[in-house]
């Protein structure tokens, strides 16, 4: 069966800290199961590029951040290798207990 997987990253406006930073959201769809969580990291609003789902700039935060996202983005994707090749169901649930 052919598993789709959806990643997206976005800065949540509405859970905005003191310091006036957007924590960045990974959200994970496996068929259509959906789960969101938090990135443990903060940006700037004006910083954050919403049509490249990455941190604007050529700054050394800027690379860290985005560094950050593409090792997620590794770690789901290692995690669906991982499940095919022992010939697992691709679940929402069998990705997060990997990840």
């Known amino acids: 069966m052919k ?22 959201y990974v959200r994970l769809t496996i068929n259509g199961e ?7 990291k903060f940006i700037d609003k004006a910083k954050w590029s919403p049509e490249l789902a990455e941190m604007k700039g ?4 800027a690379r860290s951040i985005n560094s ?18 022992k010939d697992e169901d691709v679940s929402l649930q069998n990705v997060q207990s990997i990840i």
């Open 68 to 85: 950050y996202l593409d090792m997620i983005r590794s770690k789901v994707l290692s995690a669906e290798m991982d499940l095919i090749q």
């Open 58 to 61: 050529n700054t050394e935060e």
């Open 34 to 40: 959906r789960t969101e969580f938090i990135s443990k």
């Open 3 to 24: 598993t789709k997987i959806t990643l997206h990253f976005y800065a949540k406006s509405t859970k905005m800290n003191v310091k006036g930073s957007l924590p960045i």
